[in-house]
């Protein structure tokens, strides 16, 4: 990582441009100094004492061998304020949930599709892929345009040109549809006044999970799901009013939102269900993580 706002000399800078052309000329090839000594028109010797320098500032990488030179990492990029696709787009790579810092994918190449139970990808990676390890199971995406995910494991990695070889297992893309093209419009409310008896019958008859609360002019007050009355009950406070143990944090999208922006938002705030409103602010539907689930399961199928 680079340390702090340090400056960069005029020569590193330079240097660090044309590293990155360079590499992306190359199809994210590793740069030999002499390449970058015949573009800037400066001495091989300049050229390693200077990107020694970059390297201990965490914006180059070092590779190897007769087929090796040097990499931009991800934080040149940042650091250049250059874009790494048309949309300045980060594709994420995780492992265990955690985000791979300094690790972008700029390329996903399906290599065989040989039945669909079998699919192997492979992934050039801007910025560092030493953490990623044979055997080790990884996650990329969503991509910006498609929003295509894709997760499995690592059966090879190429160090020279920073390219994993993915089995992978499981691969989403996510539609672009609106949230009122999926979510339920024949929406379900409930008085905040019913008891939790009421509310109890009106989710299971209807086969819901949770529903908005209203008040008596009408206005979303909150929401109430299953899970708040099974706490409800665990505390012995079944006789309470549905006002009493609704979460009055409501979480609220356009309903033109695009279903990947309300998946976010679940995910935000760690909830299962998003109310949808119209542009005169009425409310219009609700879509939940199943109703999302199945768009995609249908959409792949």
Do not use: W
Not at 10 to 27: F, G, R
Not at 205 to 224: F, T
Not at 258 to 282: C, L, Q, T, W, Y
Request: proline share 4%.
């Amino acid at each position: 990582m680079v340390q702090g706002d340090l400056m960069l000399t005029s020569i590193q800078k330079e240097l660090l441009k044309t590293l990155i052309n360079l590499y992306v000329e190359s199809n994210g090839k590793a740069v030999k100094g002499e390449d970058i000594a015949d573009v800037v028109e400066r001495s091989p010797g300049t050229i390693r004492n200077q990107m020694l320098n970059l390297r201990n500032l965490g914006l180059v990488n070092g590779v190897p061998g007769p087929r090796g030179g040097y990499k931009p990492t991800l934080e040149a990029y940042h650091k250049m304020n250059v874009s790494i696709s048309d949309d300045d787009a980060i594709v994420p790579v995780y492992k265990g949930n955690k985000c791979v810092q300094n690790a972008s994918v700029a390329r996903i190449e399906f290599t065989s599709v040989p039945n669909p139970g079998e699919c192997e990808a492979a992934i050039r990676i801007i910025g560092d892929i030493k953490s990623l390890n044979f055997g080790e199971n990884i996650e990329i995406g969503p991509t910006p345009v498609n929003q295509l995910s894709l997760s499995g494991k690592i059966v090879g990695r190429n160090d020279m040109d920073n390219v994993l070889l993915l089995d992978a297992t499981t691969i989403r893309s996510i539609p672009k549809k609106k949230v009122k093209e999926v979510g339920s419009v024949n929406l379900i409310t409930l008085n905040d006044n019913d008891s939790i008896k009421d509310i109890s019958k009106v989710l299971s008859s209807n086969s819901i999970e949770g529903a908005p609360v209203l008040d008596e002019n009408k206005n979303v007050v909150g929401m109430i799901t299953l899970n708040d009355i099974v706490k409800a009950i665990a505390n012995y406070t079944e006789d309470l009013k549905v006002s009493h143990i609704m979460s009055r944090k409501l979480i609220k999208v356009d309903e033109d939102t695009m279903i990947s922006e309300a998946i976010d938002k679940m995910h935000e705030h760690n909830v299962g269900r998003v109310i949808f409103f119209d542009k005169n602010n009425n409310l219009k539907g609700i879509i939940t993580r199943t109703d999302i689930l199945n768009t995609i399961t249908s959409f792949i199928k």
